[in-house]
């Protein structure tokens, strides 16, 4: 049964009352909870596909790929290691403290708030949640209304596998998340578009709540010159035509050098023949576009560019090919705004540094990606380009290694998650010295004497 707007004081009270009395504290009911979540996952594969099809039309090896297999390793690595995360940290005592200790002790927050996307909608509300158990908080988990299968999957499921005294799922869209929002919670972990971005900070300024904001923004790929260009393609048609390109992390835009880019239009219309076959509307390794005002609005950017690969639509089905467009305007529509699908404009520059001034010249992005043989390019690429992620002569893959950290910068977000990023962010560090009784150095306190002062400056 669903839990209402009114009743959000409550279950957040009650929640609230948990955690005071140390329900999520020890390491055996983290372990316990992720577990069952494990359990959960496995048990229950078949309708998490089925959800997933009815949303999104995601293939089964899509549903494997980027939903489940990031969970299972995120909740394995938290597992291993949840003991090491726990356990307080010796920090230097530097000899003005001496004799003494000092050590971070990490502590979970309280209840914090998960609000997740639609476009991986298992995995966006699944992986915070994974480090805010493992770290010993209570969560209120909201899936985005707009995969409306999996949202309703997830709020039957979550109540029988985990402990309901101190994990809810509450489902809705505006009002709901809105209503949400006026409660006071410990953290609010937000994932989606910058414009919902603003009002969920918005609204924990008012109980003056931390945020992690994990946003989108467009994410540039670079060929550089000499790159291997079939195998740049391959990855980059795979990772662009991912969930049908409705990945926040999936390449946006390709910057090319002009001499290779018919070359690399080739090769990508080569890759798409080989990934889905002629007809790729059809294809069943296709995932739909979401909705129908996601499916108009892309549509409207066909105008941008000369289409170069693709261009058709099925609107009965949601389906919009994969399609590359070139000749297109850096100040266009296409180029201003995060595509979130299967569109691909390809702008030719000069060289390597004409593609990282073109990126710098824009929002930090959440990913940027490089294909390159070369050293030289690489480091010049990492040190000059602000963005959430890197990856170099690949894309997205970097997800599949928990210990790095995952989040943007700039306007793709706030905060990293993934691994001990993850824990982190759902403990507070707490900063605890220890100071032995003896002996007592005289030093620091009144009264004040030259000797005192010159003591001080030699310590200090
Ligand atoms: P969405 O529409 O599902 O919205 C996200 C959440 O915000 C949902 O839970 C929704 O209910 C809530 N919401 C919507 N309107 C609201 C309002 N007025 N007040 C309060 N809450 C509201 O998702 P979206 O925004 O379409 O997501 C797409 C964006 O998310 C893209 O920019 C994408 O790049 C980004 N994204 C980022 C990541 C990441 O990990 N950084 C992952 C996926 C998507």
């Not at 480090?131 to 109540?159: R, Y």
């Not at 576009?289 to 009965?316: A, C, P, Q, V």
């Not at 905060?415 to 560090?429: E, I, M, N, W």
Request: glycine share 8%; charged share 25%.
């Amino acid at each position: 049964m669903s839990i209402e707007p009114i009743q959000y004081p409550k279950m957040i009270k009650e929640l609230r009352d948990n955690f005071d009395r140390g329900l999520t504290r020890s390491l055996g009911w983290r372990r316990a909870q992720l577990d069952a979540l494990e359990r959960m996952l496995r048990e229950n594969e078949k309708r998490i596909a089925e959800a997933l099809a009815a949303d999104l039309a995601k293939p089964d090896q899509e549903v494997y790929l980027g939903e489940l297999s990031l969970l299972f390793s995120e909740i394995r690595h938290a597992r291993r290691q949840l003991r090491r995360w726990t356990r307080p940290r010796r920090v230097h005592t530097p000899l003005v403290g001496q004799p003494g200790r000092s050590w971070v002790q990490p502590e979970p927050l309280g209840v914090v708030l998960i609000l997740g996307a639609w476009n991986y909608p298992v995995q966006l509300v699944l992986s915070p949640l994974i480090p805010a158990l493992a770290a010993g908080n209570c969560a209120v988990i909201k899936p985005s209304e707009i995969a409306s299968a999996t949202s309703a999957l997830m709020a039957e499921l979550i109540p029988g596998y985990l402990d309901k005294a101190a994990v809810r799922v509450v489902e809705g869209a505006v009002e709901e998340t809105t209503e949400l929002l006026k409660q006071r919670f410990d953290h609010v972990f937000y994932t989606g578009g910058a414009h919902v971005g603003r009002i969920v900070m918005r609204a924990a300024a008012e109980h003056l709540t931390p945020v992690t904001l994990e946003l989108g923004g467009k994410s540039p790929c670079v060929i550089d010159e000499g790159a291997d260009l079939a195998s740049a393609a391959r990855r980059l048609t795979w990772g662009k035509c991912l969930n049908a390109g409705q990945t926040c992390i999936a390449p946006d835009y390709v910057l090319v050098t002009r001499d290779q880019r018919d070359a690399l239009v080739s090769a990508i219309s080569d890759e798409l023949d080989d990934m889905y076959g002629k007809d790729r509307l059809k294809s069943s390794d296709y995932a739909k576009i979401i909705n129908r005002r996601h499916f108009d609005r892309l549509l409207g950017y066909l105008k941008d560019g000369e289409i170069t690969i693709g261009g058709r639509s099925d609107e009965e089905s949601c389906r919009i090919e994969p399609t590359v467009l070139t000749g297109v305007d850096a100040d266009s529509d296409i180029m201003r705004e995060e595509i979130f699908g299967p569109l691909l404009p390809i702008i030719e520059v000069d060289s390597l540094e004409e593609a990282i001034a073109f990126v710098r010249q824009r929002d930090k992005p959440l990913a940027a990606y490089l294909f390159t043989r070369s050293r030289v390019s690489e480091r010049l690429f990492v040190e000059s380009i602000s963005t959430g992620n890197v990856c170099i002569n690949d894309v997205l893959m970097f997800m599949s290694v928990p210990e790095l950290p995952f989040g943007g910068v700039g306007m793709s977000g706030m905060g990293q998650y993934h691994g001990k990023a993850g824990f982190d962010r759902f403990s507070h560090l707490k900063a605890v010295m220890k100071r032995s009784r003896f002996p007592e150095i005289p030093i620091r306190f009144p009264p004040y004497t030259d000797l005192k002062m010159r003591l001080l400056r030699w310590v200090g």
